[in-house]
């Protein structure tokens, strides 16, 4: 539990789509007892519809293409805007760009991700069909650190879930989601506890 008046630490959270994981962060958030708060939701995408939905929670917002800039320059433009928030701590939820080594060197150890795989299985996209076409009864998500390596850094913590007869990737997605909106506030909490 968070100590009253202790200061929380300071998150921003970049997504690229809808931001449901950025929501679910942003609504533990909320309670008394949860030692950090969202200071900024970032996108590569100016019309991403989480930027939206932070901005309907009264979290600051900030936004810019990547198309057209070189990968280290919109990295940059990134990692201004983070530490003009004061973040203290990045959440990776559906953030859909590489990132340069240099930004990640400049986070390390204070950036999350959040994968819809058990890792080190599946990294990258489309785990969901991956996990249906290899056969696997069981398949889940998982908080990792972000490193230089696409999905790579040490896994924080995973969930599992069974894949039931049936499973289209879709349906599979559906359930992993519910997990990652249990999984991630939890892990960013103790992260940030340390």
């Given amino acids: 539990m968070a100590e009253a008046g202790a200061e929380k630490a300071k998150v921003a959270v970049l997504i690229s789509g809808r931001g449901s994981n950025m929501v ?3 609504d533990a958030a909320k309670a008394p ?3 950090y708060e969202i200071v900024l939701v ?20 900030w936004s810019l293409s990547h198309k ?28 859909m760009r590489l990132l340069s080594p ?15 795989s058990l890792l080190p299985r599946y990294k990258g996209l489309d785990t969901h069909a991956r996990v249906l076409a ?16 696409l999905d790579g850094g040490p896994v924080l913590a995973r969930r599992e879930i069974q894949v039931l007869p049936g499973d289209t990737p879709e349906t599979l997605a559906s359930r992993a989601l519910v997990e990652e909106h249990i999984l991630y506030p939890q892990v960013l909490a103790e992260m940030v506890r340390r």
């Fill in 24 to 26: 679910a962060l942003a």
């Fill in 33 to 35: 007892d949860c030692p």
């Fill in 42 to 61: 970032g996108s590569n995408d100016p019309a991403a519809p989480g930027l939206a939905a932070a901005a309907r929670r009264g979290i600051p917002t």
């Fill in 68 to 95: 057209g800039l070189k990968r280290a320059e919109f990295d940059m433009a990134v990692d201004a805007a983070l530490r003009a928030a004061g973040a203290q701590w990045v959440a990776l939820a559906g953030y």
């Fill in 102 to 116: 240099d930004f990640v060197a400049r986070w390390e150890g204070r950036m999350l991700n959040i994968h819809p």
């Fill in 134 to 149: 290899a056969g696997d009864p069981v398949h889940g998500v998982s908080v990792h650190l972000v490193t230089a390596e």
